[in-house]
């Protein structure tokens, strides 16, 4: 059974970088038919994807347009996972930000989630 | 992107009674496969989103036969057939036509009676 297991700070200053990482278990995140995802969570709970990253022969990032130029997805294979980098974040970034999984039709495994508040 | 619009926002259901939610697309969701690229989610409080349907009408592994899904191209609908306390939370549809440019609906909060 795939599972998602995030870590990372709750709390970030303005300016500063926002760094979550996504364990990955029962799956490989450079599984040639799957891919990876940052979505965040706004508090008014409108959903946001953000990145993805896939492996088809090489590596694939794709990123929102509302973010992009702020945003970095990096895959790590040798410890079986990915991570989130925003920088330059405002009190609007504040979220809830969850990895996910994506498949052959859409988004299937979600991570737990965490909760980022930009603040200083 | 591709904006998606639910509706009811809210819905208050009286348990064992029937439930539908509406799903639009601003563009159609039929991929050249003949498959819709609409998935459904409910988001139990403080958890993360689970699947429920994906394209379009095909139950994710584990869901209950209550949740069926139907529709095509920009217009799609969540019927449970008989709701029960633990479908309590916030129903979201995504497409996935656009991907990895996935959006969602804005979310439909069911509540019981």
């Given at each position: 059974q795939v599972r998602l297991q995030q870590?990372?700070?709750?709390?970030?200053?303005?300016?500063?970088?926002?760094?979550?990482?996504?364990?990955?278990?029962g799956d490989s995140v450079s599984g040639n038919s799957v891919a990876w995802n940052w979505i965040r969570q706004s508090p008014s709970?409108?959903?946001?994807?953000?990145?993805?990253?896939?492996?088809?022969?090489?590596?694939?990032?794709?990123?929102?347009?509302?973010?992009?130029?702020?945003?970095?997805?990096?895959?790590?294979?040798?410890?079986?996972?990915f991570s989130l980098h925003l920088n330059s974040v405002t009190p609007e970034d504040t979220a809830v930000y969850f990895c996910a999984r994506t498949w052959s039709y859409g988004i299937d495994i979600w991570g737990q989630g965490t909760t980022v508040i930009v603040s200083s | 992107d591709i904006v998606m619009t639910q509706s009811p926002l809210s819905l208050s259901v009286t348990p064992g009674e029937p439930?539908?939610?509406?799903?639009?697309?601003?563009?159609?969701?039929?991929?050249t496969n003949g498959h819709n690229y609409l998935d459904w989610?409910?988001?139990?409080?403080?958890?993360?989103?689970?699947?429920?349907i994906y394209l379009g009408s095909n139950r994710a592994s584990g869901v209950?036969?209550?949740?069926?899904g139907s529709g095509?191209?920009?217009d799609f609908t969540l019927k449970i057939s008989r709701v029960e306390a633990e479908d309590v939370g916030i129903y979201y549809c995504m497409q996935a036509v656009d991907?990895?440019?996935?959006?969602?609906?804005?979310?439909?909060?069911?509540e019981i009676k």
């Open positions: 870590s990372g700070p709750g709390l970030v200053k303005p300016s500063q970088t926002l760094s979550l990482t996504c364990d990955i278990f709970g409108g959903l946001e994807w953000l990145a993805r990253t896939q492996f088809r022969s090489k590596w694939y990032h794709d990123y929102a347009k509302s973010v992009q130029g702020r945003v970095t997805i990096n895959p790590d294979t040798s410890r079986n996972q | 439930a539908s939610i509406s799903c639009r697309s601003s563009q159609s969701l039929l991929y989610f409910l988001q139990r409080p403080g958890q993360a989103p689970q699947l429920l209950p036969d209550r949740f069926s095509s191209g920009t991907s990895p440019r996935v959006t969602f609906g804005q979310g439909t909060r069911l």
